[in-house]
């Protein structure tokens, strides 16, 4: 019985071309990968830390580099740290910038360069579109695809003071209900996958409630209303730098994890004909 396997790791947090230390662990991580024959690579935001467009093209020729760069082996997608820089919404004169509309619109461009930069992963035809999008790819005895969402949300300076909440709009979930979209998935595995974390510490510890608002998927119910009105059957994303599986409203979870701590460890998923579905974390 033919399966296929996906390979799942988040938040590399890299620095560009002057730490060639951490390149060097993801050249590792990805041989080890492409080594077990994996036969897709789900890599679920903050690619880089730094929101640097450089970085995320140094980031690109490593795929490239390792014959991954194609939009039937690898999908990519943006955390906070690849569209936010911190440090430069939070000069004196963009803080004091009464003009949310403008910010949100200058986010837009953020969004859209990233998709520019990794088009052949997201539309396999070099056209730039962005989010959401699908990926049905079929394997033969396997149809998996993947329901992409960007969970990026611009920084406010009182809505989202760190840069790290997550929040989906409604005309981007809307779009995936469309009959479209349901036909193209139909008879499919159905895999969400997105940055944000659907559950943080969530206890009853004042710094540990303060630090999930800073962090949390704002609309997180929607989010999974519409996973479970599109039929997938687990969603995966990274944020919370934690190797984890979980349920959130009777949807199976998996948090990738973070490579920047453990550059050794990713999730592995297998899929089977019959529906089932095998997952474990894996050291190289």
């Not at 984890?244 to 004909?273: C, D, K, W």
Request: hydrophobic share 40%; with cysteine.
């Amino acid at each position: 019985m033919q399966s296929v396997r996906v390979a799942h790791f988040s938040d590399l947090h890299l620095g560009g071309s002057q730490q060639r230390s951490q390149a060097e662990r993801l050249e590792r991580l990805l041989e080890a990968i492409r080594r077990m024959e994996y036969d897709h690579i789900i890599i679920s935001g903050d690619i880089i830390d730094t929101a640097d467009p450089r970085d995320w093209l140094f980031f690109r020729q490593l795929l490239e580099q390792q014959g991954l760069y194609s939009w039937d082996r690898v999908t990519v997608i943006p955390g906070n740290h690849d569209l936010i820089n911190l440090e430069e919404e939070m000069r004196f004169y963009n803080a004091l910038n009464p003009d949310p509309v403008g910010r949100k619109r200058r986010f837009q461009r953020k969004v859209r360069s990233f998709c520019e930069m990794f088009r052949e992963l997201i539309t396999g035809d070099g056209s730039v579109s962005c989010f959401p999008f699908i990926k049905v790819l079929d394997y033969g005895n396997v149809s998996l695809s993947l329901v992409v969402i960007n969970t990026v949300y611009p920084w406010m300076h009182v809505e989202n003071p760190l840069g790290a909440r997550g929040y989906v709009s409604e005309a981007e979930l809307e779009a995936l209900k469309t009959p479209e979209v349901q036909q193209a998935l139909d008879g499919s595995f159905i895999l969400g996958v997105c940055h944000h974390a659907f559950r943080i510490y969530e206890t009853g510890f004042p710094i540990d409630q303060a630090f999930d608002w800073t962090m949390e998927l704002i609309n997180r119910g929607d989010v999974l209303r519409t996973m479970h009105d599109i039929g997938a059957r687990l969603v995966l994303h990274g944020h919370f730098h934690r190797f984890q599986t979980y349920t959130a409203s009777g949807m199976r979870i998996i948090n990738g994890g973070s490579f920047h701590y453990n550059p050794n460890r990713f999730s592995s998923l297998e899929v089977f004909p019959d529906g089932n579905f095998s997952h474990q974390f894996v050291n190289i």
